[in-house]
C-alpha cells in the first residue's frame, strides 16, 4: 500500500472538532447564546472543575 492509498482512507477532520477524549459528556440543557444543546468537557489545568462549551462558542467554566 502507498502512501496516497492510505490518504484516503482517512476521515478529514476540521479545527472545530473535539479533541478525542476531551468531552466527558454531552448535555440536554440548552445553550443561553443558541438553544443548540451543551456539551460537559472534562477537568484540565485551566478549569479543574470542568466547563460547559457549545459549538456557537459560548463557554462557562464550573466552580465545583
Same mark, same amino acid.
Request: with cysteine; net charge positive; aromatic share 4%.
Given at each position: 500500500?502507498?502512501? =496516497?492509498?492510505?490518504?484516503?482512507?482517512? !476521515?478529514?477532520? =476540521?479545527? !472545530?472538532?473535539?479533541?478525542? /477524549? &476531551? #468531552?466527558?459528556?454531552?448535555?440536554?440543557?440548552?445553550?443561553?447564546?443558541? /438553544? $443548540? $444543546?451543551?456539551?460537559?468537557? !472534562?477537568?484540565?489545568?485551566? =478549569?479543574?472543575? /470542568? &466547563?460547559?462549551?457549545? #459549538?456557537? /462558542?459560548?463557554?462557562?467554566?464550573? &466552580? =465545583?
Amino acid at each position: 500500500m502507498n502512501i =496516497s492509498d492510505y490518504m484516503k482512507q482517512m !476521515k478529514r477532520g =476540521s479545527k !472545530k472538532d473535539d479533541i478525542p /477524549g &476531551t #468531552v466527558q459528556e454531552y448535555l440536554d440543557e440548552p445553550c443561553p447564546a443558541c /438553544g $443548540k $444543546k451543551l456539551k460537559l468537557m !472534562k477537568p484540565c489545568c485551566g =478549569s479543574p472543575h /470542568g &466547563t460547559k462549551e457549545c #459549538v456557537c /462558542g459560548w463557554k462557562i467554566q464550573l &466552580t =465545583s
